[in-house]
């Protein structure tokens, strides 16, 4: 059937196209008539900001399931043992869950499109504002943004597609495009080449970037925050330390506390915790169809609530009910009291896209916020093996979550190590944010996905023994080093650009 599915596709994108579906798209605005005036500049920037979070057209179709932070958690966090999937389902977010890719499946392939997009755009953009004579500190800041949105893309994409740093820097990455003078036709540069370029961009963005718009928009803090995570994930932690000193030393943010740590997330844009959201407002209020919450949680009649909060995770946290970090899982309950079950899957939704305005399905997802600084300073820490650094940053976090009686004071529990226990924070702190998957797989550890769900496919609860995984069944353990922790290059990059090699 997915070779079939593939031939259909492919004839159909050969009859209709004739050029690289990710490189010019049809309405991109184009130097020759871009406004030349900072007003105009931030117009066209402002339409990029907008594809983060629009439903736009992609191969003739605007299709409410397509949308550039839908996809970006979904295939993220649904990949990853935080969340379970409660039933099949024909949206294509099940390929994740399941490791049953391809490359026709229809998120990666809007996904791919969007990010290159909003590339072209801001490469727009960057052209424009180049041309111009003594740029003024506002020009000069829109010019930063452009760079720090071409460099948080590119990163973006090179996790979904590219085999993580630390297992082979050298392994084909992505297209880097940097120029609107590319050719179409461009073959995938190594990921040590991609990381190189992230960087580069950064480093200018925030050079450029001087003036305070708004977390709603990039700023010289969120490209050290940007920094402090690719240096992470590239495993030079001296300076993964030093970008989130510099972002946890800015006075305009602090650490939400337990008090104000539940209303973090539908409050993103006036969090003191933000670094950089995507706001949303309630206009772009999507309910039930398309929204990101949608999935993943459900007042009854707001949207469709098929996957939850895993085992995994909620035994992670179950030592310490008094964490605030419980007020994003919330059980379905019968008038009982009684946690209810879909499919022999107990019901916990998550809430971290809900609730802004009062709305079940409305936020301004987080893309950065201090906690993770934090963490990622830990985590560098425990790596350099100064394990008081990296336990007493655990330990910043643990104070404002509500555990001031569960610290660690310098002391590394039994039987694990430091970095043991920062990633455990980390999975709890950052859970459903886009974070997991690649925190284990860059380290080199196996993904246990060791409990019922949809994401053993073919089978249903009373087929299996919930304490151990069925025999013999490959996908209740990932391993770092399968080749499906990344996705396939989507097929239209693939049938439009011969010089681009597909993921084995």
């Known amino acids: 059937m997915k070779t079939k599915l593939l031939t259909l596709i492919a004839a159909s994108l050969m009859a209709t196209s004739s050029c690289n579906l ?84 229809a998120n990666t392939r809007y996904f791919w499109y969007v990010s290159y997009k909003i590339i ?14 003594s740029p003024d500190a506002a020009t000069q800041q829109l010019l930063g943004e452009c760079y720090f949105l071409r460099s948080f893309c590119h990163f973006n994409l090179v996790r979904l597609f590219a085999r993580p740093y630390s297992q082979d820097p050298n392994a084909p990455g992505i297209i880097l495009r940097t120029s609107l003078s590319e050719p179409s036709l461009k073959a995938r540069s190594t990921v040590s080449e991609v990381y190189q370029s992230v960087i580069a961009d950064a480093e200018k963005a925030a050079s450029l970037m001087t003036q305070n718009r708004g977390v709603q928009y990039a700023s010289k803090e969120a490209a050290w925050a940007l920094l402090s995570r690719v240096n992470l994930y590239k495993e030079d932690n001296e300076k993964a330390i030093d970008y989130a000193n510099l972002v946890i030393a800015a006075p305009r943010f602090q650490l939400s506390t337990s008090a104000t740590y539940p209303s973090l997330f539908a409050n993103a844009t006036a969090s003191p915790e933000t670094i950089f959201c995507v706001a949303f407002t309630a206009a772009d209020d999507y309910g039930k169809f398309g929204s990101i919450a949608s999935m993943i949680y459900s007042d009854g009649n707001s949207g469709w609530g098929e996957e ?49 305005g009062g709305s079940p399905n409305l936020s301004s997802p987080v893309m950065f916020r201090l906690a993770e600084m934090y963490l990622n300073r830990a985590e560098a820490a425990a790596k350099l093996q100064k394990t008081g650094d990296a336990l007493n940053d655990v330990d910043m976090i643990r104070k404002n979550r509500g555990l001031e009686n569960a610290l660690y004071n310098g002391q590394v529990p039994a039987g694990s190590s430091a970095l043991d226990v920062v990633l455990n924070e980390r999975r709890i702190e950052l859970a459903f944010e886009g974070h997991r998957m690649y925190d284990v797989y860059r380290n080199k550890r196996d993904l246990q996905r060791l409990y019922w769900g949809y994401h053993l496919p073919g089978l249903k609860e009373t087929d299996i023994d919930l304490t151990k995984a069925p025999t013999g069944y490959a996908k209740t353990t990932v391993s770092w080093s399968s080749p499906r922790v990344i996705y396939y290059i989507p097929i239209d990059e693939i049938l439009t650009n011969s010089l681009v090699g597909q993921n084995p």
């Open 120 to 133: 072209s755009g801001v490469n727009t953009v960057i052209e424009a504002a180049e041309k111009m004579e």
């Open 22 to 105: 990710v490189v010019e798209p049809s309405d991109a605005i184009t130097t020759e008539n871009l406004i030349t005036t900072t007003a105009g500049l931030a117009n066209a920037l402002n339409g990029s900001y907008a594809l983060f979070k629009d439903h736009i057209s992609f191969n003739g179709i605007i299709d409410n399931n397509n949308m550039y932070l839908r996809q970006f958690y979904h295939l993220s966090d649904f990949a990853s043992d935080d969340i379970v999937n409660g039933q099949v389902t024909t949206d294509p977010l099940y390929y994740s869950f399941t490791q049953d890719h391809s490359p026709a499946q």
């Open 308 to 356: 939850f909060a895993s085992q995994s995770l909620r035994d992670l946290m179950s030592q310490h009910p008094e964490d605030v970090r419980w007020s994003y899982i919330e059980p379905l309950k019968d008038n009982n009291g009684v946690v209810q079950k879909k499919n022999g899957i107990e019901v916990y939704y998550i809430k971290k896209f809900s609730g802004q």
